[in-house]
């Protein structure tokens, strides 16, 4: 979808930076719910995406998933799946390609994603 007057412009990413991305219009949905709930918490999780998605010390609240919730795909490459614990019951779930310096976001919301319910 291309940007459209009135839409947010996105910075583009720096040099060590990772481009993110949505993945689904529902997590671009929720991602704006996140924003307007935790507005800092959110920004502090865009940042960690961009910078270091997938850190070599994860943490209870930024780690990658586990089981069948550990790899997702996306355009039938099947990449690692992380989370970001943004709020009590907000989350991030993204995929991160390496390869293209990119992180794309899957889920994002104020609620726990109901997979996991």
Not at 41 to 67: C, E, F, I, Y
Not at 86 to 92: K, L, N, P
């Amino acid at each position: 979808m291309s940007p459209k007057r009135g839409d947010r412009v996105a910075p583009p990413p720096g040099l060590a930076d990772c481009d993110l991305i949505f993945g689904t219009s529902d997590a671009a949905k929720g991602w704006d719910d996140l924003c307007r709930q935790a507005a800092a918490n959110t920004l502090a999780a865009w940042q960690v995406m961009r910078a270091d998605p997938a850190p070599r010390t994860p943490t209870s609240r930024h780690h990658r998933l586990k089981g069948s919730y550990a790899t997702g795909v996306y355009r039938g490459r099947a990449l690692p799946q992380w989370q970001i614990e943004v709020t009590s019951g907000g989350r991030i779930w993204y995929l991160v390609d390496t390869a293209a310096r990119r992180v794309i976001i899957m889920y994002a919301g104020t609620a726990h994603p109901r997979d996991t319910d």
